[in-house]
């Protein structure tokens, strides 16, 4: 990896979406611009907005050194939208393709040990990072309160906190700014330094339902 590079980063799992573009120079990473999408319009947008990003610094697809993808849980549309263009960057470039969990990457910006974010049907994604150990599941409200939640829950969304102030009172709630695709690319620094980087051609969206729970090994690696 050349001592400076360019990053691209994509997060199109909650209701608005980002696209933001780096230049990572002695292990940090200095933002080169961010744009926002409109929710119902990432599928329209983002390849045009990607497209202008790089346009406006005078740099093309090729010019990418990598790629950060937040892959969920969110939106079920939003995320195979983001995942896919930035699958499909990876794969026409050979830039190495890192995926971070939004729910880590919440719990991280908040600096607290439990991040949740509306599942919607009167469900929450819940992330518990707490003691070394990492889980991410699917609850309802009313399972949420029989869980044993290692510290206070960050949140971004108004569905969650009305959710958990009516079921769940003794729960601390900490209310945080949603996470942009640039919290994604400086949370995924690390790895993408390491090149700890994703297999491409096996890749999915984390869904967060049923089966789809990522292991416990898994999610500490996301965390740390």
Do not use: N, W
């Amino acid at each position: 990896m050349s001592e400076s590079s360019v990053v691209l980063a994509v997060d199109t799992c909650g209701q608005t979406g980002t696209v933001a573009l780096a230049r990572v120079t002695g292990g940090e990473a200095t933002l080169l611009g961010q744009r926002e999408l409109a929710g119902g319009e990432f599928a329209a947008r983002i390849v045009v907005v990607i497209a202008e990003l790089l346009a406006g610094h005078g740099l093309a697809p090729a010019d990418l050194g990598g790629l950060v993808a937040v892959d969920g849980p969110g939106t079920f549309t939003g995320i195979r939208i983001g995942l896919s263009t930035a699958k499909a960057l990876a794969e026409a470039t050979g830039a190495g393709l890192v995926t971070v969990s939004r729910l880590a990457l919440l719990a991280t910006l908040a600096g607290t040990p439990c991040a949740a974010l509306d599942a919607h049907r009167g469900q929450v994604f819940l992330g518990m990072y707490g003691a070394g150990a990492a889980e991410e599941v699917l609850v309802t409200a009313g399972e949420f309160q029989s869980l044993r939640v290692p510290g206070a829950v960050a949140f971004c969304e108004e569905g969650v906190a009305h959710l958990l102030d009516t079921v769940a009172t003794d729960a601390e709630l900490v209310r945080t700014a949603a996470p942009t695709a640039y919290d994604a690319l400086r949370f995924a620094l690390p790895r993408y330094l390491a090149g700890e980087f994703a297999d491409v051609a096996a890749l999915d969206g984390y869904y967060l339902r049923g089966a789809d729970a990522k292991t416990q090994a898994a999610l500490a690696a996301a965390k740390g």
